[in-house]
């Protein structure tokens, strides 16, 4: 019998409420404020960017909208329910250009295609789905196919590593259609260039969370996953192509009730080396490992422990240097901190508040436009089955323009 996933986003989804009009009266009233007005938080001053605070910042759509081939195909899925539009959802993304890259995890019924693709060229305001590389590689049972794609990241080559975790409806009733693999795709062709079966290196109880792909001084291309339930971090050289799972000291799940969420993070410093940070979200800890101990599997006693954390953190990516970012569990203000500081609260810089109440799932560079964005939802009303036509999802700019 396979177990539900839990959600990668904590625990606080629960406790969000819709903004109330009163809420959206201080949001107008607070629109119509001096930009340079400088606002309180928990960790210092935000100051909202005029810059970034223009509509064309925001591309906003609601449950999924495909382009099918045809009416009737489109029909055709509507009547078998193999498309229905408000159990449609984006947690995670990569920008390539004017092309976003969507991971929706089918986690209900009706999801046609879990990896997608749509853009932000200039005058876009809303989505529609085109699936990624084609509509055959999102067949449901098809093992060559994907099947339920939870994280993404774009290498330095525009190769698109997705991981699969190759369970479906896994907030109804969970189905194991495939083993979980790591998919690497061409972005320019589509082409499949890699597909990792990590079944020998996963149980039956695994779930698997998070991805990362690093690159060696000599070259050598590495992927990470996160393995929230085995307490492991799994290894895959692809040169060699081999894998195995480093198993986290217990250390790291200090305080844990349950093996929750398992963030990983992978942080890149000027002098070119990486370091991989971890922690659980109801750990109070954070950790770190350098790839280079990571890469040759030899963990123990190399394991750094950052520090206590002032709050359940939730990682929502990096800028593919050395800052992270994240929101406390069930809020929507998103922090940077960067990681040539102590992990400490004053080393905090809030860099983008939802004026929605959404909560952001992923904070990625978008390198065209010399800028962060975040992508946000919902997402507590999804996972309660209460979003009528569908979880309003936005790809919004950072205020802090980064």
Known sequence: MLNHQRSPYGRGWHRLVACTSIALLIAIVASQLPQSLAQGTKYGLWTPDKEC????????????????????TKSLFKSSGKYISKNVIATRAQIIRDTIYLALPRYRKGVPATLVKTNIKPGTCS????????????????????????????????IIWVLDTGIVNTLETPVRKCP?????????????????????????????QYLAVDYAPDGGCFVYVSDAANRAIIVFNIKADRGFRIVLPKAVTTGCRTRDVLYIALIRQDCGTTELYFTYLSTNRLFSLKSEYLRSGVADGRIMDLGKKPSRMVIIGTDNGSAIFFRNEGDAEVYRWDTNSTFAEANFKPVYRSPTCQLATHAVPDYKRNTMRVLQSNFPDFMQNRVGCGAIQQLSRMQGCW
Not at 136 to 157: H, P, R
Not at 180 to 201: F, Q
């Open 53 to 72: 605070d223009d509509a064309a910042s925001v591309v906003q759509w609601t449950g999924g909208q495909f382009e099918f081939p045809c009416a009737s």
């Open 127 to 158: 989505a529609t789905f085109t699936p990624f590389p084609c509509w055959d590689m999102q067949e449901e049972g098809n093992c060559k196919a994907l099947q339920s794609v939870v994280d993404l990241v774009v290498d330095q080559n525009e």
């Open 180 to 208: 979980p693999k790591v998919m690497a795709l061409s972005a320019k062709t589509g082409k499949v260039l890699k597909s990792i079966d990590l079944e020998g290196l996963t149980s039956t109880n695994s779930r698997l």
